[in-house]
């Protein structure tokens, strides 16, 4: 949902209208189950992981660390505007050169935290299994990713539109597409620029950040404020995932990432398991590309 139409005119308050109240239904019918109350995640078991409140810090400024050498290293490769794939300029990269310089700080800036994540992990015994890091019970994992997908499939359009409906009231003007990577596929003719871009955004990210920001950030939390507050883990860890990422989107696409990061955070602490999550991810994401490259006319 980082793409914006820009020719909805008219249609764009009844269409907000609709979302909106597909959204309150979906929602409501959410609370009469009892998916929104605190008793949803009455008699889950702490995770015994070896993650504890104090990584959070550690954790975070390794992140920091790795993050400024993946910048220094980097941070050529990405220009203020959008690379040219066919005639690249001596001080402009390429798509290609953007995409591999892309990949390769994502892998530099978490890799080491990952790194410390898994050493951490593995001092205790199962607790690879107890952050969820293997798919134990798969189908159930599969189930509660489709319930998840379906949430944001009825969610985040409503909190699209709603922020686009406001910027227009505002005066703003919002981007054709919100993410960068998104605005180098519109402009690239280079198929192995966007293979890089797509298997990155796809099946990299997806795994990465759920480890990261669901398995490390809300279990580190969680060990912080206590089983008790897992609502409040959700919020917290939610805040950390949209914040991290203003450097890469626009930020009218803050609040959907918000939402979206709520919804990974619910699959987590009900399922245990950070695999409902990377699918309901991997989705994301990959309508997002699908969005981007039909604007593009390279899809049907």
């Known amino acids: 949902m980082y793409n914006y139409d820009s020719t909805m005119g008219n249609t764009l308050l009844p269409l907000t209208g609709f979302w909106c109240a597909a959204a309150v239904v979906m929602l409501f019918a959410l609370g009469r189950v009892g998916c929104l109350s605190p008793r949803t995640f009455a008699g889950i078991p702490p995770r015994r992981t070896g993650l504890v409140a104090l990584d959070l810090p550690i954790g975070f400024l390794v992140l920091l660390m790795s993050m400024l050498v993946a910048s220094l290293v980097f941070g050529r490769y990405f220009p203020d505007s959008a690379p040219d794939s066919t005639s690249p300029s001596p001080t402009q990269p390429s798509a290609l050169a953007f995409a591999l310089a892309g990949l390769g700080a994502q892998i530099l800036a978490q890799g080491p935290l990952i790194a410390f994540i898994l050493i951490t992990v593995r001092r205790q015994r199962g607790g690879l299994i107890q952050l969820g890091v293997f798919p134990t019970r798969l189908w159930r994992d599969i189930r509660y990713a489709m319930a998840g ?34 605005e180098v596929m519109l402009t690239t003719d280079s198929p192995t620029a966007k293979a890089v871009m797509i298997g990155s955004a796809i099946l990299i990210a997806p795994p990465l950040e759920e480890l990261i920001y669901r398995g490390f950030v809300q279990t580190t939390l969680l060990d912080l404020l206590g089983p008790a507050r897992r609502w409040t883990t959700i919020f917290a860890a939610s805040v950390i995932f949209t914040l991290i990422h203003l450097g890469a989107v626009n930020i009218v696409a803050l609040p959907v990432l918000y ?39 390279d899809t049907p």
Request: net charge positive; glycine share 6%.
């Open 259 to 297: 939402i979206l990061a709520i919804t990974l955070g619910w699959l987590y602490e009900r399922t245990a398991s950070l695999w409902p999550g990377i699918l309901v991810h991997a989705l994301f994401n990959l309508v997002n590309v699908w969005m981007a490259m039909h604007m593009t006319g």
């Open 149 to 182: 997908l379906f949430t944001v499939i009825i969610l985040l359009p409503a909190v699209n539109l709603l922020v686009k409906l406001l910027a227009d009231q505002l005066g703003y003007q919002t981007p054709s597409v919100a993410h960068r990577l998104l």
